[in-house]
């Protein structure tokens, strides 16, 4: 090390470094734990901003107006793909991608946002906030990286079509040095112990990665390793309901497809393994060449923790916190089938179908007309709902009451012979404990849970409502908003509000026959009445005003519209 211990000073623990030394690095920080070897790196290689330009992207000084997460909006007015801005205009739509930034992940993904960028949003934006900087650089491959970084700094490939926020810092690779060299030397080993040692701070913005070492490898070198990684963690990415390359759930693939869906996850989630080591084995490769070209045997090794393999399937990543194995597993199969029930709803709403891949209603006002049209001749395997209106109740009062859709929709994917296992298995999955009444813990979870969970998953931008009465759970309805029209409440009102009451009534006046046996019972069931009695004003009147939505205000100004009647975010 060039810091070292005086000899002929009393002091413990003093040390002398030349300041020189210092020099060596872009703003020569004070960084005593630097050794020699990474000195001369920066001797010998020119700041990384020196030959990669890097950008600080757009402040639109006012998100609620301008950025909205994809599935906000209807998908065809969103222009993905762009080269440039006048094929944004041309487009006519007013939605396109945006770099926010986001959570630690390498490699590939965080691609969830949109920023309104028609010609009047963009003449409005270069008047506010930042005035869009580095606009001429918009749309433009990039690598990129969030300004936020807890630990380790992850950079990410995003392809043409995007535009980019100040907290999703941007350099833009040219013949100096390829995007597959950036995200290399971005996420090697090398690169990130230089981070920590020059900058402790959790912001890593544009100035602290021009001053990196431009140690680039060769690109014959590292280009398999920079593809292979991005192809991992894309399809990872994909692998999701919150990607918009969202095309159908693994769980359902023929390629791990099993009568039961204890041994499709089994398959899957051995396919999960070997996705993340190949990764890991990917990195380390990665890390190794850098080491091995930058002569830092003695200070570094190749090896990556499971906990950074940055990928939704891997249980290490995916969940902070010291936990167990077996407590990390029990998480991921929760989660996988609360993703399968999931997708589920959306097929019952349209979203999505078991007839074809990828989004199907997914722009505004569309029907089950829209669908039939968008469905290839003869397939029809699974019908949505029809009116868009989902019950969620104590009982199977309606004949499209959701655990009856469920089952259907689990008997049309994997038999009807194995449906009883499968709800067995989903509801030991969902609890991690055996139960007397699968469907009743499926109930439960739909009552209950299913809403925080999709709320959580669409980071309180929910695609479906629940329509709720209250506290005792007297009267709750799905539906999805992109299919919404004045005609919804009122329809709910007389085709499910009215036509419960009237069963629980019913109900009511079977069970008083033995009102001692049926005490608790009949307690819940007029608590429910007088729930859904005051709850049928409030949905009358909202009805009566025959209340409009356009989903480029956003779900929390449309969601606003309904206060009183939807459970709360």
Known sequence: MTAKSSDNNPVPNFYRASAEDFRKIPGSPIAYSLSNNIRDIYSNNPPLGSIVPTRVGLMTSDNEKFIRLFWEVSLDNICFNALNEIEVFKSKKKWVPHNKGGNFRKWFGNQDYLLSYDKKSRDLLKKIGNHLPSEKLYFKPTVSWSEIASSSTAFRYYPNGFTFNIKGMCAFPDLKCSIEQLLVLGNCKFTNYIIRMINPTISFGAGNFNSLPSAIIEQNKIELIAQKLVNIA???????????????????????KFPTIKETYAKLRSHWQEMTDEMQKLEEENNRIFIEAYGLEDELTPDVPLSEITLTCNPHYRYNGDKSEEELEALLLKDTIKELISYAVGCMFGRYSLDKPGLILANQGETIDDYLEKIPDGKLAFMPDDDNIIPILDDEYFTDDIVSRFKEFLKITFGKETLAKNLEFIAKGLTGKSTGSPEAVIRDYFI?????????????????????????????????????????LAKMRTDYLLE???????????????????????????????????????????ALSMIEIDLDDGVAVNYAKFEGLLRGI
């Open 448 to 488: 209950k849970q299913f809403y925080k969970d999709h709320a959580q998953t669409y980071k309180k931008r929910p695609i479906y409502w629940m329509f709720s009465s209250g506290k005792n759970q007297g009267f709750n309805a799905l539906i999805y908003m992109h299919r919404y029209d004045r005609q919804t």
């Open 234 to 256: 894309k399809n990872d990415w994909d692998s999701y309901e919150t990607s918009w390359d969202f095309e159908s759930l693994p769980l359902l693939s023929s390629e791990y």
């Open 500 to 542: 419960l009451e009237s069963k629980l009534y019913a109900e009511i006046e079977m069970l008083s026959e033995d009102a001692d046996r049926n005490k608790t019972r009949l307690s819940k069931l007029k608590k429910q009445i007088e729930e859904i009695q005051k709850y049928d004003e409030l949905l009358n009147n909202k």
